[in-house]
């Protein structure tokens, strides 16, 4: 949902540790390895965790407290995981509408406020902005050529 990348592998070894599980990780953008088990490769049980890429900072924040309640014992792993499945199964705080018309009003207020651009410089910025919204919300959902040039 919008989470640093620097920091994912780190913050999934500490509640790995806290959950007393061996674990080795490698995360790459859109994808994380995740082997559970002893240093036997023949006991060792890996997967391939596949996320979409985006930006959610309601739901980063959700999984965040859930994480945190995680590692200082005031959440189980069976607790915090059926909380975990009701965050990706939630829909998001704003459709594609809202998140276009808030990209228009950001990118015209940073172009008119930063940059010093006169109106209509703000209104075509806002205009970029919302279709570069729109772009990455819809088209990036069909296409992963479309998906791997914006990263």
Do not use: N, W
């Amino acid at each position: 949902y919008g989470a640093p990348s620097h920091r994912l592998e780190s913050q999934l070894s500490a509640a790995a540790r806290h959950l007393d599980i061996e674990t080795k990780l490698v995360h790459f953008p859109g994808a994380t390895i995740v082997s559970f088990g002893e240093t036997d490769p023949l006991e060792q049980c890996t997967y391939v965790v596949k996320s979409e890429a985006g930006l959610d900072l309601g739901k980063l924040h959700s999984v965040h407290d859930i994480y945190r309640d995680l590692v200082h014992d005031r959440l189980g792993a069976g607790d915090a995981t059926q909380r975990l499945r009701e965050i990706m199964l939630s829909r998001p705080t704003y459709g594609t509408r809202g998140q276009c018309l808030l990209a228009f009003g950001a990118d015209m207020t940073v172009c008119m406020l930063a940059f010093g651009g006169s109106v209509l410089d703000g209104l075509m910025s806002g205009c970029l902005g919302a279709l570069l919204c729109l772009l990455s919300s819809r088209a990036s959902r069909r296409d992963m050529l479309f998906v791997d040039l914006m990263s």
